[in-house]
């Protein structure tokens, strides 16, 4: 078989016509729910003007990372069905929709560590108040990201592919070469997990240590309190969401590198578990708009009320103890 060694070249209709709707339909669902619900957000961002704070900024940044993710993913949706086999055995014509979908990830990986990022910056901000995050920040954050994800994902486009190439070749994303995957997963994903993990968690310390403190003072913590469960809750289900939602693709990419086995050896379990890696990160898209949107505004009133209730307070209690 071209470009896998020691393998038939007879790949002619793999898949059963089931099995590809099986996949293909609840993909393609799962997409179209995506781009609406992301497209709901961005409308609604532009309508109420809200793009002069620099979180809202990088809140419809990752609302059109999500829509660019789950149209990319909607377009090899339909190649999928349409002509199952190229996912398997590569095509020039899946080349630039995978490229745009690698584009796309990225650049929501890169949202979600500059939202925990942010958020850290402006729960602390009362204690470091040397440096503010502002507008031109965000907006900065945002064009870095994008540049960047392009950068890496067009990597294919430029050359960086296995279409001519019998050796390294990925079987579960074929075009793509195993080592471009290894350079694209490996240090994202980390930073997915890592960096969100250490922000969300300094924030829960830093709210606990000023409920703290506040107690020292002789003044009510029930508002603390409540806070530090809220953004406890929040942060675990950002966590466990981003966890559950890039975990099997990184899993899938550690098996491509490792493997040695022909496509039709792996068929059909590994390629459904493959599709399957596919609707998991576009229910992280789908899952942003209502975890960051739906519960951001709240929450972040009552982190910006309590920054302001820190910082006078603080300074009574000082001014008592003098």
Known sequence: MTGYSNCSANHTKIWSHYLVLALGIPQLTINIASVIFNCIVIITRMATKDLHKPISILFCNLAFSDLFTSFSGFWISVLFITNPDITIFGSKGILAPYSLYTTSI?????NLVSIGIERYLAVSESIRTRFRVTRKHSIAVVLI????????????LMGWNCLH??????????PFCVDY???????????AF???LFTYLRIIIILRKRKLRMKACGQATGTYKSAEIQVART??????LALVSYAPFFAGVIFDATNHQCPLDLYPSVYIFRNCT???ITMNCLGNPL???LKAKELGAKLKSLRCLSANRVQACAVANI
């Open 194 to 196: 890592i960096v969100p």
């Open 278 to 280: 596919a609707m998991m």
């Open 291 to 293: 975890i960051y949107t």
């Open 235 to 240: 942060s675990i289900f950002i966590w466990v």
């Open 181 to 191: 995957l290894i350079f694209i997963t490996i240090p994202n994903v980390v930073a």
């Open 165 to 174: 190439m019998g050796r390294n070749l990925s079987v579960l994303y074929s």
């Open 106 to 110: 990225l650049s929501t990986i890169y």
């Open 145 to 156: 990201s994008w540049i960047l994800a392009f950068s890496l994902g067009c990597l294919p």
